[in-house]
């Protein structure tokens, strides 16, 4: 028995596509606290979110509908999904196609997200001069 090869890689590939949706998620964040000032606040209440949200502690399938679809948007919904598809169960290679466009989505969207949340509140914190005060 044990791990087959070929559900590693694809495995770590869905991994590294995670971790930079994830960047794009921290980056959102830390523009939160620059307005916010208390970021921990911030991402202790994003992080309960996603816990929810990910496959975690329960599959996906206890939550209601609406719960599963929010599921989708987050990164580590459909990467824990990913992994455990190629790590334990039999994939079909097809699926691993479905699964990185939607994370190589997700990964747009979130940086891109990220970065532009940040210039703007980068501006907008700038303008009313409260950068300095911490």
């Known amino acids: 028995m044990g791990l087959k ?3 590693i890689l694809p495995a770590l590939g869905i991994f590294v596509l995670m971790m930079l949706a ?6 959102l964040v830390s523009a939160l ?5 208390e970021g921990w606040i911030v991402a202790e209440g994003l992080h309960s979110i996603m816990m929810i949200l990910s496959p975690v502690v329960y599959p996906l399938v206890v939550l ?3 719960a599963q679809q929010a ?5 580590t919904a ?3 999904v990913g992994m455990r598809v190629f790590l334990i169960e039999n994939y079909q290679p097809e699926v691993i196609g479905n ?5 190589l989505a997700l990964d747009a969207a979130w940086i891109l997200f990220g970065i532009l949340v940040f210039h703007l509140t980068d501006i907008y914190v700038r303008k009313k001069g409260s950068l300095e005060k911490y």
């Open 5 to 7: 090869i070929g559900g």
């Open 22 to 27: 994830l960047y794009g998620f921290g980056i």
């Open 33 to 37: 606290s620059l307005v916010l000032k």
């Open 64 to 66: 209601p509908t609406v």
């Open 71 to 75: 599921s989708a948007i987050f990164p």
């Open 78 to 80: 459909p990467a824990l």
């Open 99 to 103: 699964i990185f466009l939607h994370l």
